[in-house]
């Protein structure tokens, strides 16, 4: 385990019950946020441009795996367009039929959509008081729902519901069984070269929440 996956997996264990605001939990939910927006829609060119300037804030020196798949979107981001990448996105995530990557956790933990798995979802926002927001189209078992509601877990001003029991216990059930095979998918398509680093990001990370949570 490297540094910087030590660090984060002690302060997820560290951490007491209904602790928030800390930086090392912003920048967790800012990641979960950053993930969900590249699955829920491709960026746009304010949002490549933002990634690109980070670049200058990166220790070069930084072997930690996360910091270097982080480089990697970065460089993706600063040396391609938002056409291309919306062109990708469309091509691979959108279809009247089966896409050629699903993006749904029921498809993966059950083989379809639309079952069991999104059922339990469900009952697991409700529970959390939570629903979907009119506007947004897909399903609650979107990986960028889940993103989503993982950021909320980890940065809502409710003590009741945005602690970390409750983060442990929705990723353990919600995001960790299918998160690896949703990654293998992106990378086992060749010429979806936008988003292999955007999928290699999203497994360092989520494998690095997963140590955290173990360590509770």
């Not at 469900?122 to 947004?136: D, N, P, Q, V």
């Not at 299918?178 to 979806?192: F, N, Q, S, T």
Request: negative net charge; aromatic residues 8%; charged residues 25%.
């Amino acid at each position: 385990m490297s540094e910087i996956e030590k660090e984060v997996a002690k302060e997820n264990a560290s951490a007491e019950i209904g602790d928030i605001g800390l930086p090392e939990d912003l920048a967790r939910a800012d990641l979960y946020g950053l993930i969900a927006r590249f699955f829920q829609m491709p960026p746009d060119q304010e949002l490549l441009d933002q990634i690109a300037a980070t670049a200058d804030q990166q220790d070069a020196a930084d072997e930690a795996p996360l910091a270097k798949v982080w480089m990697d979107v970065v460089e993706v981001a600063k040396n391609n367009s938002a056409k291309a990448w919306h062109d990708e996105f469309d091509l691979n995530f959108i279809s009247v039929g089966k896409p050629n990557v699903v993006l749904n956790g029921s498809f993966y933990m059950a083989g379809h959509l639309n079952e069991k798995p999104l059922i339990n979802i469900r009952k697991a926002l409700t529970e959390f008081g939570l629903e979907a927001a009119e506007e947004i189209t897909e399903t609650e078992d979107h990986i960028s729902a889940l993103c989503e509601v993982m950021r909320y877990l980890i940065a809502g001003d409710d003590v009741e519901v945005s602690n970390l029991t409750n983060q442990r216990v929705f990723f353990n059930e919600h995001i960790r069984p299918w998160y690896d095979e949703l990654c293998d998918a992106i990378e086992g398509i060749p010429e979806m070269h936008l988003y292999h680093p955007v999928a290699a990001l999203t497994r360092e990370f989520l494998a690095i929440e997963g140590q955290g949570f173990d360590m509770i």
